[in-house]
């Protein structure tokens, strides 16, 4: 404003100065006022006010009465984006049927009653929850079978060029292919893939003590609960060249994944095994996991770990402490993505048929050498699935004395069909192999769970 107006005789007079001051500030106040007036009614009828809790009716869209710049509707947008994200994420609980969690999750947001989105979606979760059976379409976990796979063959060309190791590959592996159509299979025949620890759980009774029981495991009736694993993770030397993935690693999305070392020396970050490909498996059916569950990673530790080289025999690697450190950081991943471990013993030995002694220091070495790295387990994978006793008798021999010593509780064999021994002290669990030999051989063992027919790898030749 111009305060230097002057007088008609062209004087200024202090007089006056002050009159035309008060004027023009009295004609400022008044405009202000009034638009400030204005701004408050444009505000009332906000559809948007962010006094009230915000409804979405999904017509916010057709609203442009007030410009983008406006910080209040900027704020609204950023409650309603954070709002979306947060059902987002109870939707996505949800479907893994962890109801209760996204329930809490939704009730954890000031003024969830008010969200109508929010409202809905708890409905429908307490009815979803409601129609949950314990086991689903079983009674128990004596029906659960434990499927076993050991590394993916993805280069098929390679595993079976007809070499020495073609028909052990042939016999003990499944390809990438295969293992994508099983999973495909057993998601459209109801499977939902459920951790050890979650099938079998360690209570503590009213007088102190502990023991192992059904956990409650709550799936729609339709649902089958199935336990996986995977033996073997350590990528040995043996197998190089051979067409599999070379070791585990974190992807540039910070997720578990392989890495594969092409003809050229270059390397490459996939889905190459059985960790990546159920990730991604699980991302687009968040309904094929149990609440978070993943499969069980058995490692032995005489050639190290995930393919890296951390046995004491490596110690003059050059990349031995790094190597440690990987392990130790994708161990961590695996873990946050819901992975277990398990010792598979250090030295891949008949844990039957040794001695005591043998298994004393052999399991040893596994702790210090692996479990130091992918931290403490109580699950125990036996190998060659030979189990420490023979019959289905209660374990009370030595070596399950120690093993029970050294914190495992959790034991499994092999056998053909699902088998569970669920004691106050132990679990005893049966797994089902998927290899070659089970499709080729003996394929009537896999029918109630596999229609082979659209499975099996055209590459793969007959069995010798
Ligand atoms: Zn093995």
Redesign the pocket.
């Known amino acids: 404003m111009d305060n230097q107006k002057k007088s008609k005789d062209g004087k200024i007079t202090l007089h006056k100065i002050t009159k035309i001051l008060i004027a023009e500030g009295l004609i400022l106040s008044v405009l202000l006022i009034s638009l400030a007036m204005k701004r408050l009614s444009e505000y009332k009828e906000d559809p948007l006010d962010h006094t009230k809790p915000v409804v979405n009716t999904g017509d916010n869209k057709n609203n442009t009465i007030s410009p983008t710049s406006d910080p209040i509707l900027e704020l609204k947008k950023e409650q309603e984006a954070k709002q979306q994200e947060v059902l987002k994420e109870a939707k996505l609980l949800a479907a893994g049927y962890d109801y209760d969690k996204a329930i809490n999750l939704l009730k954890s947001e000031e003024g969830y009653e008010n969200i109508e989105s929010f409202m809905n979606a708890i409905t429908t979760f307490e009815e979803d929850k409601k129609a949950c059976v314990p086991f689903g379409a079983y009674k128990s976990s004596t029906e659960v079978s434990h499927l076993f796979f050991h590394s993916l063959i993805y280069d098929t060309s390679k595993a079976f060029d007809g070499e020495y190791d073609s028909n052990g590959y042939n016999y003990y592996m499944v390809t990438v292919k295969e293992f994508k159509e099983m999973l495909n299979q057993l998601y459209e025949n109801d499977y939902v893939l459920v951790s050890i620890h979650d099938l079998v759980t360690k209570v503590t009774n009213e007088d102190g003590t502990t023991a192992y029981q059904d956990g409650d495991v709550l799936l729609p009736p339709n649902k089958k609960p199935f336990v996986l694993s995977q ?2 993770v350590n990528y040995y030397d043996y197998m190089e060249g051979d067409g599999f993935a070379s070791r585990m690693v974190i992807d540039e999305n910070g997720k578990p994944s392989t890495l594969m070392i092409n003809d050229d020396g270059t390397t490459s970050i996939g889905d190459y095994d059985i960790v990546p490909i159920v990730e991604r498996f699980i991302e687009e059916h968040p309904d094929f996991s149990y609440r978070g569950a993943r499969g069980v990673i058995a490692l032995t530790g005489y050639e190290g770990a995930l393919g890296y080289r951390t046995d004491p025999a490596s110690k003059d690697s050059k990349t031995y402490d790094q190597d440690r450190e990987t392990v130790k950081q994708v161990a961590n991943v695996l873990k946050q993505y819901g992975w277990e471990f398990a010792c ?1 013993s250090n030295g ?1 030995r008949d844990m039957a048929a040794c001695t005591e002694e043998f298994l004393k220091k052999d399991t040893n070495n596994w702790l210090k050498y692996v479990g130091s790295l992918v931290g403490e387990t109580d699950l125990y994978i036996f ?2 699935g030979i189990d420490i006793q023979s019959g289905a008798g209660v374990y009370k021999n030595a070596k399950f004395q120690y093993l029970d010593s050294v914190g495992f509780h959790y034991y499994f064999g092999v056998f053909k069909e699902p088998w569970i021994q669920v004691k106050d002290n132990y679990v005893r669990m049966s797994r089902r192999a998927i290899d070659g030999q089970a499709m080729l051989q003996y394929p009537d063992r896999l029918t109630d769970i596999f229609n082979l027919s659209t499975i099996l790898d055209d590459t793969r030749p007959a069995l010798k």
């Open positions: 033996d073997d598979h891949h190998p060659y």
